[in-house]
């Protein structure tokens, strides 16, 4: 009786140790398997996502070369490096939200007790920005040009502003 209980014993260890292997090396090629598959999705997604971020930039000063090339002619005896006037710029037209009675460029007068205030800027190319403001309850973007004066100053003027329905 003895021996039939060790023999039993014998092949139900075995028959685990052969589970247990088979389980253990298949769980590794389906974590490889899966790991692949992972791998495959997020590079997909990774393209997809530059692809889309080149697209959103295409309207932006700091990617396009023609736009570039004016403030940085070969001619020129006096160049602006667009790295720096990004945000000078974005900084001059925000500096403008102090006013008492609000961003004078919002292209909007004031409706209630709050003043316009622009909240973001995108800067286009070398002559336009399109901004977003609000006063905390009505929101709109306004179309600016902007130039950049002899003395290093920047002016705006408002081309069209639009304020959208509460």
Known sequence: MKKSFLLYLFILVLLLNVFTYMYLSKELDFEQ???????????????????????????????????????????????IQVEKLIPFVTEKLLDLNSNPKG???????????NKFIINKVRILNHRWIIADFSDGEYWGEV?????????ETV?????????YQK
């Open 103 to 113: 961003n004078p460029f919002v292209g909007q007068d004031q409706i209630g007790a």
């Open 143 to 151: 179309l600016l040009k902007y130039f950049i004066n002899e003395d």
């Open 33 to 79: 398997k899966k790991f692949a598959n992972l791998e495959k999705r997020m590079k997909e997604n990774l393209e997809k996502n530059t692809a889309l971020l080149a697209d959103a930039n295409y309207f932006s000063l700091a990617k396009n070369e023609n736009a570039q090339n004016y403030f940085n002619p070969d001619n020129a005896t006096k160049t």
């Open 155 to 163: 002016s705006f003027e408002t081309i069209q502003s639009l304020l």
